[in-house]
């Protein structure tokens, strides 16, 4: 097919490769001439341009900019493309964004495809980089069937793992598993280094050991996304940590009584109820 | 020297392991005759027993038993000892103990070797098990130098970090970096299995990934293990959980007003302030 993916960075990058390497012709926009220049010289697509309406041969669009400019670019897309060009994103939060842009253009699908690294930008880009891990698509009612079935089967080639749901029940679900955790571990982060006695701060850093490094991993990440994942996804991720700070309540209170039992009875329920979150 | 070890599971194990290997003579004690048998055929012991009374030679004793039994342990052994003896004992918590175990044995010195697996017992024993790893002891100021000097130097020939402090500075210390992440983890565990709608926790299960895996890790540990810190670094815990619960307060209240400068700036401490706590 004819592919077009705006904003090469990781994601859009990373899909370039892919379906170059499976035989689409891969269109690539760039706001800067630099990415567009690395774009193709890394081999993530054929043709490179600044401009929009160089996308106007491709029957698919990828739209792989931070989630902020996502609406202006469909917006500013819709008069280079023919009508019946699909259009999907790649953001971290769906929500209402689903039905505003389905609004925008009818044969847009909502997607996220969840994989990553800790690196950014074209030189990031891997091959292979959604094998086996979800690819979320967000279908509403009125999404075109032709529109969703495209787009699952490039995920297909792309060999991630294809996942149908409704896209709050996205958010709510990545709001539990994947913007909580940051939250968390990074007050873990703040907690210890809030250690008044420096004796005893230096002693925690001394003594820290892979608990501490695995507990305060994603909270010691990238800042401009922990913010991005807040402000897109507040009202879930408000959610999940009003239920967290439910759940330290608990746990203060079975410490201050004394209740270990009770405590050991939390433990087990968390012992047992990890592994279905994990992958085999 | 001539070492004893009470308790040969993973610790007492680990440690017989080497010292046999550096050239020490080690008499170990187990409460079951089936770990006596298994220590020598592992090669931890030169000799076991279940008596306490067989320890007389030795002049160094390493107790190694679970931390609510050290002190039973050790006001049972010193009828069988020449009073020069030093004991010294492994417990993850200090604090008011190390005062009362020197009263009950002026050569005592406490020690914590920070080191483990998710295995227990003598078959989990390792050899170098505590090479690089921080071995913390903690005198008083009625402990006797020649004690100090006699484990201190064992430690070293174990290879691990020699490090010094008062035993609350250990407790409050531990508290933050090992016994709070236990319980920030298996809070992240509880609410995701908290939520209500089936989907959605499937969902969540389905698209769960490193971060997660991460975060989550210590929360699905040992529950005995759990309990046990709690009970036992309980003021330590408590303490490190209401400046936790202030953290995660703070977080809600900008998510809540959209602060999102205030975020950034919490998530740009945590980025940079991580570091000092990962070992080189």
Redo the contacts between chains.
């Keep these: 097919m004819k592919i077009g993916i705006v904003g090469l960075g990781l994601i859009g990058g990373s899909i370039g490769l892919d379906l170059r390497a499976l035989g689409h012709e891969v269109w690539g926009v760039s706001q800067r001439a630099s990415t567009c220049d690395r774009a193709i010289a890394r081999g993530a697509v054929d043709h490179a341009s600044q401009d929009l309406g160089s996308l106007h041969p491709v029957e698919v669009v990828f739209v792989c900019t931070p989630i902020g400019l996502i609406e202006l670019t469909i917006g500013r897309l819709g008069s280079h493309l023919d009508p019946a060009t699909i259009i999907t994103d790649v953001a971290s939060v769906k929500g209402d964004l689903v039905a505003r842009l389905t609004q925008q253009w009818p044969n847009f699908v909502g997607g996220h495809p969840?994989a990553g690294t800790a690196e950014n930008g074209i030189e990031a880009a891997l091959s292979e980089l959604f094998v086996n891990?979800?690819y979320?698509l967000t279908p509403i009612e009125t999404t075109r069937p032709r529109a969703i079935e495209t787009v699952a089967q490039l995920a297909k080639e792309l060999r991630a793992?294809l996942?149908y749901?409704?896209p709050h029940?996205?958010d709510?679900?990545?709001a539990?598993?994947?913007h909580?955790?940051?939250?968390?571990?990074?007050?873990?982060?703040?907690?210890?280094?809030?250690?008044q006695?420096p004796?005893?701060l230096q002693?925690?850093?001394?003594?820290?050991?892979s608990?501490?490094?695995?507990?305060?991993?994603?909270?010691?990440?990238?800042?401009?996304l922990?913010?991005m994942m807040?402000?897109h996804n507040?009202a879930a991720?408000?959610a999940?940590?009003?239920?967290?700070?439910g759940?330290?309540?608990r746990?203060?209170e079975?410490?201050?009584t004394?209740d270990?039992p009770g405590?050991?009875s939390?433990?087990?329920?968390?012992?047992a109820?990890?592994?279905?979150?994990?992958?085999p």
Tied chains: 1, 2.
């Design positions: 969840m891990n979800p979320v793992k996942l749901c409704d029940h996205h709510r679900a990545v539990l598993i994947s909580l955790p940051v939250m968390v571990s990074a007050s873990l982060i703040t907690t210890c280094l809030g250690e006695n004796d005893i002693l925690a850093q001394n003594l820290a050991s608990g501490f490094r695995d507990t305060s991993r994603v909270g010691g990440g990238n800042p401009e922990g913010v807040a402000q507040r991720l408000l999940s940590l009003y239920a967290y700070r759940e330290i309540d746990l203060i079975q410490v201050e004394q270990w405590l050991q939390v433990l087990e329920t968390t012992a109820g990890r592994s279905p979150f994990l992958k």
